[in-house]
């Protein structure tokens, strides 16, 4: 039995980038499908079905926030992954981005291995990058990513950018043991990360300022939420 390949819609206004994102997504197995008019968007969303929509964020007629707002509103894809790929690295696009429904927010000149990556992470090896969710809670802990908080049983705990984004990565696959290649590539990407000492660090941290076994570490290496 053929195994059903995962669909993939690219919406950019630039061909290049079309073009190139087809290939490479094709290369790894994905079904693609790529519009240059973002006006026919959501009829080909719904007839496609896609599991997974990346945007441009500047198009003209409507523009990748209108996008996402409109795919959210739409019952079938409340939980399609929906990844921005834009050359506009401004926080304040980034906020908006995952507040109106976005997964993640790549930036262009990161490149493409970076995209590729957290691709086949998601639809490949079910790990979860769903940045839209704002607050997390897993037993004593809490996340809020609006304010970058940290709560540890009603106690806020100050954590640094990189603590915040370990904990929210782990809290979301709970259940998954991570190599440490794993939170760097599906943090940072694979261009611009922190070294693997500096993460090693961050997880230190954490278990110094929350409890000890926050994060599990095993024998072979491997990070894991110890709530």
């Known amino acids: 039995m053929t195994e059903q390949r995962s669909r993939i819609l690219v919406v950019d206004d630039d061909v290049d980038i079309l073009e190139l994102l087809k290939y ?3 290369k790894e197995g994905f ?3 790529t519009l240059d008019d973002s006006t026919s968007t959501i009829r080909v969303a719904e007839k496609f079905q896609p599991d997974l929509v990346i945007l441009d964020i500047m198009m003209p007629e409507i523009n990748g926030f209108e996008l996402c707002e409109q795919l959210r509103n739409i019952p079938s894809f409340e939980d399609t992954y929906i990844f921005f790929l834009t050359a506009r690295p401004e926080n304040t696009f980034q906020e908006t981005a995952l507040n109106l429904g976005g997964d993640d927010y790549i930036e262009k000149l990161t490149g493409l ?3 590729l990556y957290k691709v086949n992470s998601v639809l490949k090896k079910k790990y979860v990058i769903k940045k839209r969710f704002q607050e997390l809670q897993v037993g ?5 990513r609006k304010s970058n908080s940290v709560f540890f049983k009603n106690e806020r705990v100050v954590v640094s950018e990189g603590e915040f984004e370990i ?3 782990l809290v979301q696959n709970r259940d998954r043991k991570l190599s440490l290649d794993n939170l760097i590539y599906n943090i940072w990407g694979t261009e611009l990360h ?3 000492n500096t993460v090693k660090l961050y ?3 954490l278990q110094r300022k929350i409890f000890p076994n926050i994060i599990k570490v095993t024998c072979n290496d491997e990070y894991s939420l110890g709530i």
């Open 140 to 144: 004593d802990l809490s996340i809020d």
């Open 113 to 115: 291995r970076l995209l």
């Open 194 to 196: 922190p070294f693997h």
């Open 203 to 205: 997880i230190g941290n």
């Open 31 to 33: 079904r693609v499908k």
């Open 167 to 169: 904990l929210f990565f």
């Open 24 to 26: 490479n997504l094709g």
